[in-house]
Nanobody, 126 residues
Framework: QVQLVESGGGSVQAGGSLRLSCAAFGSINSIYCMGWFRQAPGKEREGVAAICNGGLSTYYADSVKGRFTISQDGAKNTLYLQMNSVKREDTAIYYC???????????????????WGQGKQVTVSS
C-alpha cells in the first residue's frame, strides 16, 4: 500500500550537515507515524526520530537531540531528516519507515513500522 523511496545521504565531515529525504507513494492517508532508523556495522537497528499525528508530535533518540530535526511536507508525501553537527557515531545506513493507524507500539520501536525505505548510507569523516 505504501512505498518509500529514500534520497540524499553520502559523505560529510564531522561537524557538517546533511539532509535525508523519504518520498512516500500510495496510501499515505493510512500513515500515522513516520520515522528514521539507522544501523551501524555490528549494531542493532535503532530508532533515531519519529513524527506522528500530522506533525504535532516528534520524538528523538537521546543521541541526536538538539542536532537532528525530523519534518515532513504539508501533504506528508515527503519525510526529511536534517542532520546538523554530525559526529562519527552517526555513520550508519539510514532507513525511513511508515506505520499504519492500527499500530500501537512506541514511535521509536522498529516493530511499529510496516513499510520501509531501501536505506541510504551516511558516512561521517573526520
Amino acid at each position: 500500500q505504501v512505498q518509500l523511496v529514500e534520497s540524499g545521504g553520502g559523505s560529510v565531515q564531522a561537524g557538517g550537515s546533511l539532509r535525508l529525504s523519504c518520498a512516500a507513494f500510495g496510501s499515505i492517508n493510512s500513515i500515522y507515524c513516520m520515522g528514521w532508523f539507522r544501523q551501524a556495522p555490528g549494531k542493532e537497528r535503532e530508532g533515531v526520530a519519529a513524527i506522528c499525528n500530522g506533525g504535532l508530535s516528534t520524538y528523538y533518540a537521546d543521541s541526536v537531540k538538539g542536532r537532528f530535526t525530523i519534518s515532513q511536507d504539508g501533504a506528508k508525501n515527503t519525510l526529511y531528516l536534517q542532520m546538523n553537527s554530525v559526529k562519527r557515531e552517526d555513520t550508519a545506513i539510514y532507513y525511513c519507515g511508515a506505520d499504519s493507524r492500527l499500530g500501537n507500539a512506541g514511535p521509536l520501536l522498529e516493530g511499529k513500522y510496516r513499510y520501509w525505505g531501501q536505506g541510504k548510507q551516511v558516512t561521517v569523516s573526520s
